[in-house]
Structure formats: C-alpha cells, structure tokens
C-alpha cells in the first residue's frame, strides 16, 4: 500500500492512540473500552496508510518534487 499519512498527521495520530491506550489503563468504570479505541489511529500511523484516506483519495503527504 502507498503511504498517505503525512508526518503531522502521524504525529497527532500517534498522540491521540497512545492518550486513548492509556486512559483506557487508567480507567476502571464501564467506559474503559472507548480507550482500547487507540489501537486504530495507533496502527494506521505505524503502517502510515489510512484506509478511508484511500477510500476518499485523500494524501496528507508532501508531494516529492524533481524526478
């Protein structure tokens, strides 16, 4: 797969996974589970693909110039 995640977007997208990933260790009531939430901007930021920008054709990468 091409990668279509740029590096503020992996940024933020690493951010946000790991915030969710540890709230949901930090949680003990009911909602607990809205954390484990963080594993998919987590995954898709490591593989830097992001399926639904494939399914919209969305980029956020930076476009190489030159050959």
Known sequence: MKANIGIVDRAVRIVIGLCLLAWAALETGPW????????????????????????LGVSTCRKRSGA
């Open 32 to 55: 607990r589970w809205i954390g484990l939430l963080g594993f998919a901007p987590l995954a898709t930021a490591i593989v830097r693909t992001c399926p639904m920008y494939s399914f």
